[in-house]
Each structure stands twice: as C-alpha cells, then as structure tokens.
C-alpha cells in the first residue's frame, strides 16, 4: 500500500509504545520517517532497522523536544534527510498521576515542558517547513474528557493539546496545513507498563467501562494516524479522534 509515497515524516517519541507503532505504520504506506527519541537510541535504532528491513525508509534523531534548539534540529534532519516535510507526529509525552497533594512544581513542569511546550516548538519548527496537504497530528488523551481522579497535572496537559489542536487547524488552515488529535484510552505500551498502569486497579476499572471491554494495543491507534496523514481525510482539521474502544 501507499497511501504516503513520497511523503516525509516526523514522528517524535519514536523509540516504543504508540510512537514506534506510528512510525512503523506511516513507513508501511511509503512516508520516509525521522524517528525522534529522547533517551531511547537503541530502542530508536531498532524501529529504524524494522522499518528497512521491511522497505522502507527511517533515521533516528535524537532531542528533547521542550528545548527549542533540539525541537528545531528534529525538523531540520527531515529537510537534510528527505528534502522536505508533510507530517508531524507530536506524540513525545510524559504522564504522572498523583492526587492532588502530592502535586510538585517539578512534576507539573516536566509534564507541562514535554506535552505542551515540546508540542508547541516542534511544531513551530515544522510550520515553516509544511505546505499545502501538509498535516499535524497531535497525540492527546481520552483523559481530557473523562477526567480521572489523581490526573489533575496530566489531565491539564492533555486538555492543553485539545486546545492547541483547535487553534492551530484554525491558524494554519489558511495554508492547507491540516490539525487533529488522536486520542487514545488506555493502551498498553512500555510506559504504562513501567507506570504500574498495566495491571492496576485503574486498568481494571477502564476496562469495565470500555464497550469494546479490553486495554488498546499500539496497533489500534497507529491506522488512524496513518488515516489523519493521508488525504483521505483531507476534510477534517480542528478533530478530535477518540482511540479508545468507545470509551467517552
Ligand atoms: N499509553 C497510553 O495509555 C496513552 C493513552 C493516551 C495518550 N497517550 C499519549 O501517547 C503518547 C505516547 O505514550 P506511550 O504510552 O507510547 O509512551 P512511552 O511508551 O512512555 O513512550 C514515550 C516516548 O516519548 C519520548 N519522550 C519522552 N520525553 C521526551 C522528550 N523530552 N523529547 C522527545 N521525546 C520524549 C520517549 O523517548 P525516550 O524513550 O527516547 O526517552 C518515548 O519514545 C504520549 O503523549 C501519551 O501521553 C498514551
């Protein structure tokens, strides 16, 4: 399939869990890939030796997207790599739940740093880059919405990339530069699993409340990433895509 030949992408956080899934499966349908990580150089390295073994094109990139020379430097490997750039992936994200007493002003700048501000100057940075048919996706949460207890940092953030993605489909939508966000519920990835959420009584419970009554894997959420890549949703900017087995 390619639905994205001739297309190049940034997907940021790239080294596991939904990012690596995402990158792989944009790379399927024919985009070349700048898979960013943060710490992760071998994880990145191996989502990079996947997806040439299967065809397709990658390089791995380093940075932390909250410093803007490093957020800069991620876009700039597309253009030295590929020549140009059609998609942003803003999926790098921290999450931390703690009830509110236990709420620190370091927690609440390293989730605030990463989700929003990493969001905001990578996405400056591909802004300059991205033409007419470009697309952003943002990577939010189903928790904007269902508002968990003990997520009152995390929550925020998410909430702020809902806000974002609906600002800036309306700033760049002049340009023909489409914004969306996925929004996943809960989906098994080394994060969750190092965050105790796997297994936990708060999974148990999400299940419950899940129609389709089961965790999201990284293979539910990467299709429709691919599907707010490509043109055929060429129609849609300022969404919000629930990922969650329905649960709302
Ligand atoms: N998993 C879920 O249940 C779930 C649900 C809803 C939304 N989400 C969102 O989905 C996204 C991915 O979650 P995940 O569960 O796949 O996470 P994960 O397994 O913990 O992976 C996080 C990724 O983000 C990267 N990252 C962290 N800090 C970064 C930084 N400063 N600069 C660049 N990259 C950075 C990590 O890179 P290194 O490993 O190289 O450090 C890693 O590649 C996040 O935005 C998260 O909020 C997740």
């Given at each position: 399939m390619s639905k994205l030949k001739g297309k190049v992408a940034v997907v940021t956080g790239?080294?596991?869990g939904i990012g690596a899934a995402i990158a792989k499966a944009l790379a399927a349908e024919g985009a070349s890939v700048i898979v960013n990580y943060a710490s992760s150089k071998a994880g990145a390295e191996k989502v990079v030796a996947a997806i040439t073994a299967a065809g397709g094109k990658a390089v791995a990139v380093g940075g932390d997207v909250s410093k803007a020379a490093e957020a800069q430097a991620i876009i700039a490997a597309a253009i030295k790599n590929y020549g140009r750039l059609d998609i942003l992936v803003n999926n790098s994200g921290v999450y931390e739940f703690a009830p509110l007493e236990a709420v620190t002003e370091d927690s609440f700048h390293r989730m605030f740093n990463i989700n929003v501000l990493g969001l905001l100057l990578v996405s400056q940075a591909a802004a300059k880059h991205l033409g007419a048919g470009g697309s952003i996706i943002n990577i939010g949460s189903g928790v904007s919405r269902i508002?968990?207890?003990?997520s009152a940092v995390y929550t925020a953030t998410k909430g702020a990339v809902d806000a974002i993605t609906g600002v800036l489909a309306r700033e760049l939508g002049p340009k023909k530069i489409r914004v969306n966000s996925i929004n996943p519920g809960v989906v098994e990835t080394e994060g969750t699993h190092t965050g105790g959420f796997i297994g936990s009584d708060f999974e148990k419970g999400i299940v419950a409340q899940t129609p389709l009554g089961r965790t999201g894997q990284p293979a539910d959420i990467a299709p429709v990433a691919v599907f707010l890549a490509?043109?055929?949703?060429?129609?849609?900017?300022g969404e919000q895509l629930l990922a969650s087995g329905g649960l709302r």
């Open positions: 790239a080294s596991k508002t968990p207890p003990s490509s043109d055929d949703s060429a129609w849609l900017t």
